[in-house]
């Protein structure tokens, strides 16, 4: 007996009706494919363009990379060094804003000066000490208002370069930040304060503090970024163009050089101090140090000290922290040698004595200090 072939509701069979199903299933399949392949090839050409947008800001970067080095940059040190130009900008902006919620009128005992008198205490302090210059920058603009006769061949470059460019370009980058948390607007001391002490140089009120300043003339190879020693102090200046005194930082600017090199430190007071907590990373750094290591106090601290012993000595400075944890608050001890890498990739060794100091209410040891001297 024949079995009549079933009929849909629009009088198509059923083997049809499966049939054209299945073409508009694989139909919208192919649309969805090609959609989707259309979808990755304009997402691969906008990752092409990105990427090749990169490049070319990475290129660009480079030439703008300094050349405190003869090899050429790589891709990581110039995106590194757009990194440290980022910070720079920060601490740029947040240092001119805590600037504008100061009205800068001058405090009743801050002197004020005249052009002419910067002009003065400049050649006072070069007349001491050829690696020295005096620079003053103002609050309200951040550019130079003077800078010592003697700046340019300390920097080695020309006056109107350092006249035209704010001081904080001058600096390396990654020292930006220094400079401004110590200029601060209001914790500097008074410079008229200062020159009232009988030994100025012996008991400046304020901490110094170290930065990298640009020496060298635009697009020649020699610019490089040499350490110095910044003392800063508030004065005021009053000018023809400005009808208020005009709240300035005071800068003392004195080149640090080599203590191996003529003039030499003599060799006993090749010494500093170092502090750094239970888990060896670096506090505070004596100022002592920079011309004896090449690194300025901010290269080290919040560092390991590990990282820069020779690795055979990192032994000894795990029998420093047992010896310290048994006689923690008892005298300074003395200890065997370490060697310690120098900015430069040298090993020098230090003959150092150990001491801690032990949080009264916690009973704990909160850091470690060291006085180190360099062996000859």
């Known amino acids: 007996m024949s079995r009549s072939k079933s009929q849909n509701p629009r009088g198509r069979t059923t083997g049809e009706a499966l049939g054209k199903d299945s073409a508009e299933m694989w139909h919208q399949k192919h649309q969805l494919q ?37 090899s050429k940059p790589s891709t990581l040190d110039a995106l590194n060094y757009a990194l440290r130009c980022v910070h720079s900008v920060q601490a740029n902006s947040e240092f001119f804003q805590s600037l504008r919620q100061n009205n800068g009128a001058p405090q009743a005992d801050v002197t004020v000066y005249r052009p002419e008198e910067l002009a003065t205490i ?34 080695n470059c020309r006056k109107e370069l350092l006249e035209s460019s704010p001081f904080a370009e001058l600096l390396a980058p990654q020292d930006v930040g220094v400079f401004y948390s110590h200029t601060a607007h209001a914790q500097l001391p008074f410079w008229n304060n200062w020159t009232q002490r009988a030994s100025p140089h012996d008991l400046a009120p304020v901490k110094s503090f170290f930065c990298r300043i640009r020496g060298g003339d635009a697009g020649k190879p020699e610019r490089l970024y040499g350490p110095f020693r910044i003392v800063p102090y508030l004065i005021h200046l009053h000018s023809p163009a400005r009808p208020e005194p005009e709240p300035c930082c005071l800068l003392l600017v004195e080149k640090v050089r080599s203590g191996y090199a ?16 239970p888990g060896c990373v670096f506090l505070e750094i004596d100022e002592r140090a920079v011309p004896l290591l090449g690194y300025l106090p901010q290269d080290l601290i919040g560092t390991s000290i590990l990282t820069h012993l020779h690795p055979e000595d990192a032994a000894l400075m ?6 310290v944890l048994k006689l923690a608050g008892q005298p300074p001890f003395d200890h065997s040698p ?15 004595s150990w001491s801690s100091f032990v949080n009264p209410w916690s009973r704990k040891i909160s850091l470690i200090i060291g006085q180190h001297q360099v062996r000859t």
Not at 318 to 323: F, G, R, T
């Open 34 to 70: 090609g959609k989707y392949t259309e979808t990755s090839h304009s997402e691969q050409q906008d990752r092409d363009r990105v990427f090749e947008e990169l490049i070319t800001v990475v290129q660009e970067m480079k030439t703008h990379f300094p050349s405190a080095r003869h």
């Open 318 to 323: 795990l029998a420093v922290h047992q010896k």
């Open 338 to 352: 370490i060697r310690f890498c120098s900015q430069n990739g040298d090993y020098i060794i230090l003959d150092s």
């Open 262 to 277: 003529a003039p030499r430190i003599p060799e006993n007071k090749r010494v500093f101090t170092t502090t750094h907590t």
């Open 122 to 155: 400049a050649s006072e302090h070069a007349s001491k000490n050829t690696d020295t210059f005096v620079a003053v920058f103002s609050f309200l603009s951040g550019r130079l208002v003077h800078i010592s006769e003697q700046a340019p061949s300390v920097l």
